[in-house]
């Protein structure tokens, strides 16, 4: 190599310069008679100038070639392995989402499977939990500290945690491949972004990855909030909850001490919930209001004098009820949340809870080619919950078909429970079909409750029979004989017996309008029982999911609550 003025020359590109000059040479005497320009003195000179140039050129060209050539700078570092040293690369098992559902389907896997290795993945940083104690229990408390130990007497007086298990239940996940007899570890913190059905692996939101052999979503979803809050500012999105985690459960509780009123948005299980907890709670600190659309509370579910029966309770809880409330839009002033009616009436407030509905969480649809029911939302899954080869869907978000009702999707616990436990059954081969009725419950306080199932909408013909109830007729009394605040628990478990039903003749009906001590509601579609409502009525529920199963039709609807012995004392 030889160094020209800076310039890097190699003997071949000398080599090849010198027989150019050459050949420039000869072709100048050939036409030397012909042009001045090739005289003799010009030959060398025009000679030695080419080759001077042709140096430079080529020279500059291998300049370029070498640094072309050069090793290029070094590429932004990639994130090493390290930074996703606790994410197992492979999970034989891998559930989504951290909810009821997934914690079902693990115990189910490994009721089946005892070596599996079961890995949840969960945004929230909390291990797997109940919800329906968030807005009912919890609430109840008498102890200062249960806000931040999520420990609470159920109706019974016996304490319990809203977590299913401690900590020592699970594994590490780096320990997962490693322990002798496989386990549950949970990856908390974490979200799944991506899924590549082809390849077995999703891809989490800190670009790790992780391969599976079969995978349950179980994403749940999130709750829905008013269009005009949305679009009415940051002021008054900071005073506005979404409730359904342990976090926003913290935060309300907290701002329930410091504000002077609330108001709740939503005539639901959930708005209603809320409304009794924080009415109890606040009765003589501050006011808290419920509004909604409806003519009373649950007005979508009761039937009306049943709802307007409950609104008249929920109002003795310290509520300031306000019905046939439309919302037109949410402002910011004076300190204050000014609500304005469609009806022209103005709300002033601190602060607003929005209980309006959930909207099941499908964001996976789209790169695991999965399918989104239009009319129910969420994901469409066969009768075996599987949506497609090694993929299943469980909880809120499993859009099913129920070969008594048709397509559904439902959103409660028990639904949550038993769906993530047949997931997990035909997730290790079971191949069983969901025909399971789910049921779910709501308490006003520890005095009033219910349980339903099937599809209970007041736009249907209902039947109800009633009765006095007794002191054994309350939530409170139901957990003392189960044993358990999760009613569904123990309802889930049992199975329809024999009953005899009342032979001696039912006292009277009840005729004072408002009072609805105990009963059961059924609804009706083409003269068939399709939903039931046990009002104040507990430990009857393989009764009333039997009466749906066998889809009969009833002369005397009055003989069918016999069978679930309202009138004994």
């Known amino acids: ?316 809880e310290g509520v300031n009820i306000i019905m046939d409330a439309v919302v037109k839009n949410v402002s910011y002033k004076n300190d204050k949340l000014e609500i304005k009616l469609k009806d022209g009436r103005l709300i002033e407030t601190d602060h607003v809870v929005a209980a309006v509905g959930l909207e099941p969480s499908v964001e996976l649809a789209k790169s695991a080619g999965l399918e989104v029911d239009s009319d129910f939302g969420g994901y469409r899954v066969n009768a075996e919950l599987q949506a497609r080869s090694n993929i299943w869907v469980a909880g809120d978000a499993a859009c099913f078909y129920d070969i008594k009702l048709g397509r559904r999707r439902v959103e409660h616990h028990d639904h949550a429970v038993v769906s993530g436990r047949l997931a997990g059954e035909n997730m290790t081969g079971a191949s069983k079909p969901y025909w399971h009725q789910s049921m779910f419950w709501s308490d006003l306080g520890p005095d009033v409750g219910y349980e339903a199932i099937g599809i209970v909408d007041s736009s249907l013909p209902t039947v109800g029979v009633f009765a006095k109830a007794t002191a054994k007729d309350t939530p409170k009394a139901a957990t003392e004989q189960s044993g358990t605040g999760i009613r569904s628990e123990s309802e889930t478990e049992a199975v329809a017996v024999t009953l005899k039903a009342e032979t001696t003749a039912p006292p009277p009906p009840v005729q004072q309008k408002e009072d609805y001590g105990k009963g059961v509601v059924f609804y009706l579609r083409d003269n068939v029982v399709v939903g039931i409502v046990l009002w104040n009525v507990f430990n009857r529920m393989p009764i009333a999911r039997k009466i749906i199963k066998d889809g009969e039709q009833h002369a005397d609807l009055n003989e069918v609550a016999k069978l679930f012995n309202i009138h004994e004392d």
């Open 1 to 316: 190599m030889l160094n020209f003025n800076g310039y890097k020359l190699s003997w071949s590109v000398l080599g090849w310069l010198f027989p150019l000059s050459l050949k420039f040479i000869h072709f100048s005497c050939l036409y030397k008679p012909h042009c001045p320009l090739f005289s003799r003195p010009y030959i060398l000179f025009n000679s030695m100038f080419f080759s001077f140039l042709s140096v430079v050129v080529l020279c500059d060209c291998c300049n370029a070639n070498a640094a072309v050539s050069e090793p290029a700078p070094a590429a932004e570092p990639v994130e090493s392995t390290a930074a996703h040293s606790d994410v197992p690369e492979h999970a034989p098992y891998l559930l989504i989402g951290g909810g009821t559902a997934s914690f079902a389907a693990a115990r189910s896997i490994r009721a089946r499977d005892p070596g599996a290795r079961v890995l949840i993945v969960t945004e929230e940083s909390e291990l797997p939990y109940m919800r329906p104690p968030l807005s009912k229990e919890l609430w109840f408390s008498d102890d200062p500290k249960a806000t931040e130990t999520l420990s609470f007497k159920q109706w019974n007086g016996k304490e319990r945690s809203i977590y299913f298990q401690p900590p020592s239940f699970y594994v590490s996940p780096t320990d997962l491949a490693k322990v002798e007899n496989g386990g549950v570890a949970v990856l908390t913190g974490r979200k799944v972004v991506h899924m590549d059905v082809r390849e077995n692996k999703v891809k989490l939101s800190d670009g790790a990855e992780i391969s599976y052999e079969k995978c349950l979503i179980a994403t749940g979803g999130v709750p829905r909030n008013l269009q005009v809050i949305d679009r009415a500012g940051e002021e008054v999105m900071k005073r506005t909850t979404l409730f359904r985690k342990i976090e926003d459960f913290r935060s309300l509780e907290k701002i329930s001490r410091e504000v002077k009123s609330i108001t709740i948005i939503g005539g639901g299980f959930l708005g209603s919930e809320l409304a009794c907890a924080l009415g109890r709670r606040c009765k003589s600190k501050h006011s808290v209001i419920q509004m909604f659309p409806e003519k009373g509370n649950m007005g979508k579910v009761l039937p009306e004098y049943l709802s307007n029966w409950t609104t008249e309770k929920v109002r003795k």
